[in-house]
């Protein structure tokens, strides 16, 4: 696996190869972080295949597995109904098949307004260039949490799914505060 970022003409980040170029698998997951910023869902679902899953935390209300470019959409529909949110990565690793991008998610749940930036984790399945899948993972405060689900009570710690990250960028276990969670084991 390789990981490098370089600042390109525009100022972006973007994972390198150690030759000085993105692998095809790499430059499938750019292309779809940029439809993403554009807001252009047609240009990320013509990057999937109709097999393409997308795994969401349990801990948001857009949770479960979304299937092909049909459900990706509808996902979008619960995303929009409860936050705004925008998605920056800051590392892309080139591991061949799988394309690890590690980044910062400003979410704004539509009940209170309050934008919070939480860390997030990204699994990207690819094949030849095609998305076949993706894997969320995300640092989120309980508050967040309950806003996103239409509440303003604290849950207590963090919600399941989530994952309290250390200054070092490591997580912290804590005594019944942690909870990690996977719907289906990486394949």
Known sequence: ??????????????????????????????????????????GFTALMSDRFVS????????????????GVGSMFALVEQHARAAFSPDEIIDGGDRVVVIGRAEITPVTDGRPRVVRELHVWSVELGTLTGLDVFLNAPSDLLAALEGSTERIGGLAQGAVRVADDGLPVPEAGDVHVERSEPLQ
Do not use: K
């Open 55 to 70: 795994r969401q935390s349990d801990a948001v209300p857009w949770r479960g597995s979304h299937v092909g470019p049909a």
């Open 1 to 42: 696996m390789t990981s490098h970022i370089d600042e390109d003409q525009r100022g972006e980040r973007r994972g390198e190869s150690s030759a000085g170029t993105a692998s095809t698998n790499v430059r499938a997951v750019e292309q779809a972080y940029r439809a993403f910023e554009r807001g252009d869902l047609d």
